[in-house]
């Protein structure tokens, strides 16, 4: 799908009764501010320096006390699986066992119960998610996810290797370049944050739920190959009980509270699993390929046959949470 019309989602904020004044980010960020009871409304970019600008600039409003929509919380979610397990745990949508990291060795502290579900933090489709079986396959997998080195440092290490003259000094005594140079290299060894998530076992598909105010999506993913239901491409719209997954999704949406959230949810017997969310460019699959939405409509859920465009779903969405 290609990029949102604005000036449509604007028209369909208009006759829910809001007006929009339209800014450039250039102009937020170069002090064209507006007053703090303002929401600002923004979207995000997969540039990654148009990315960093406007994390920049969601920083700053944030931390001065202007209203951003969605969240700060909601935009350093975005692409990061490891922010969301923090976001997770803060409203107690906890049911998963997840841990974040940085440190391959920090998982020797945790008990973790094998297998579990190893993943870099900012794959799609699937592609950075994988089961391991045990410790020793952990820290493998972990370590391969990313070139240890970057090639500046790659290029450094060979010159500390091959081009510095031997020296020594009378503080240290003990010092020589070998020595140097294998601190150094320990020193800057890197590999990807990841994160960790007990592994629901015996799954052929999860669910793609889009909530926009009171306004549920909801597509079926199967998994092919392996334990994935990403990345398969196999999808229906044929739920069995689709209310038991909508009033998990519903209860989730309330904690986090953003005029729309997409969840990937897993459910085993009874029990529901949130194994991540976006609330900021996230798949309109669900909204574009289905036949309709469900409707919360005080004590339970009704199917509306009718496809708004994603367009009108993002304003109904954000419509819904400003005039709250
Ligand atoms: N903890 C888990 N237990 C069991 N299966 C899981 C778990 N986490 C993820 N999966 C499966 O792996 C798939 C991919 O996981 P996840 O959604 O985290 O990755 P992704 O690459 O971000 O996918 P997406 O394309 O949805 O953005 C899920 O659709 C689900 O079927
Ligand atoms: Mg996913």
Redesign the pocket.
């Known amino acids: 799908m290609g990029p949102m019309d604005i000036n449509l989602i604007i028209e369909h904020l208009k006759t829910n009764g809001i007006t929009i004044t339209l800014k450039s980010y250039h102009e937020i960020v170069n002090g064209q501010l507006p007053s703090k009871d303002i929401p600002i409304i923004y979207s995000f970019s997969q540039r990654p320096e148009i990315r960093a600008y406007l994390k920049d600039m969601a920083t700053f409003l944030h931390t001065e006390g202007y209203q951003l929509v969605p969240s700060l919380e909601i935009l350093l979610c975005h692409e990061n699986?490891g922010y969301q397990e923090l976001v997770k745990n803060k409203y107690h949508i906890d049911d998963?066992n997840a841990y974040y990291f940085a440190e391959i060795e920090e998982i020797k502290q945790y008990d973790l119960k094998y297998p579990v579900?190893l993943?870099r933090l900012d794959?799609?489709?699937?592609?950075?998610?994988f089961l391991v079986e045990d410790e020793v396959s952990l820290i493998k997998k972990v370590n391969s996810l990313t070139p240890l080195y970057t090639s500046s440092q790659k290029a450094d290490l060979m010159r500390r290797k091959y081009f510095r003259k031997e020296k020594s000094y009378k503080e240290y005594p003990n010092y020589n370049n070998k020595n140097d140079l294998e601190q150094y290299r320990k020193h800057i060894k890197e590999h990807k944050r990841f994160v960790i998530?007990?592994?629901?076992s015996g799954?052929d598909h999860?669910y793609?739920v889009l909530v926009a105010g009171d306004r549920y999506y909801i597509t079926k993913?199967h998994?092919k190959d392996d334990?994935?239901?990403?990345?398969t491409k196999l999808f229906d719209f044929d739920i069995a009980e689709p209310e038991a997954i909508l009033a998990f999704a519903k209860e989730v949406h309330e904690k986090i509270d953003s005029p729309f959230l997409s969840f990937?949810i897993?459910r085993k017997g009874d029990e529901f699993?949130l194994?991540?969310f976006q609330g900021l460019h996230f798949g309109m699959n669900v909204v574009v390929k289905g036949s309709g939405y469900y409707k919360y409509e005080g004590n339970g859920f009704t199917f509306t046959t009718q496809k708004p465009s994603p367009e009108e779903t993002i304003a109904y969405g954000l419509a819904n949470h400003l005039n709250k």
């Open positions: 699986k998963l579900v993943k794959g799609s489709n699937g592609k950075g998610v998530q007990e592994f629901i799954l999860d793609r993913r998994t334990f994935k239901a990403s990345g990937d897993c699993y194994i991540e």
